[in-house]
Nanobody, 122 residues
Framework: QVHLVESGGGLVQPGGSLRLSCAAS????????IGWFRQAPGKDREMVSC????????NYADSVKGRFTISRDNAKNTVYLQMNSLKPSDTAVYYC???????????????WGQGTQVTVSS
């Protein structure tokens, strides 16, 4: 059974940093592209970043470009999202998801984690 679990969320002050982890079980994460999505209360879910399986290329939403970095450790079956210079507008539940190729459309993803809460506040 495929399973993704996010961790690393929490409360951080504006300008601070967090690193989120997405751990996979039941499948080989290295064969899949992994996206990070977030959903703030009352707002639609949006893709913030994705990393490919083939060449390791990545993409980012304009709102996080230059502040967030996605990476993967295939030996650990884990993808990370390093979040720096956090803003209150980054507050959301963050989800990771697996797909064959990076896509901003959430219906293209085959498996999802349960989410981890990130709150940026003073």
């Amino acid at each position: 059974q495929v399973h993704l679990v996010e961790s690393g969320g929490g409360l951080v002050q504006p300008g601070g940093s967090l690193r989120l982890s997405c751990a996979a079980s039941g499948f080989t994460l290295g064969y899949w592209a992994i996206g990070w999505f977030r959903q703030a209360p009352g707002k639609d879910r949006e893709m913030v970043s994705c990393i490919s399986s083939s060449d390791g290329s990545s993409n980012y939403a304009d709102s996080v470009k230059g502040r967030f970095t996605i990476s993967r450790d295939n030996a650990k079956n884990t993808v990370y999202l390093q979040m720096n210079s956090l803003k209150p507008s980054d507050t959301a539940v963050y989800y990771c998801a697996a797909t064959g190729w990076c896509d901003s459309a959430e219906d293209k993803y085959d498996a999802w984690g349960q989410g981890t809460q990130v709150t940026v506040s003073s």
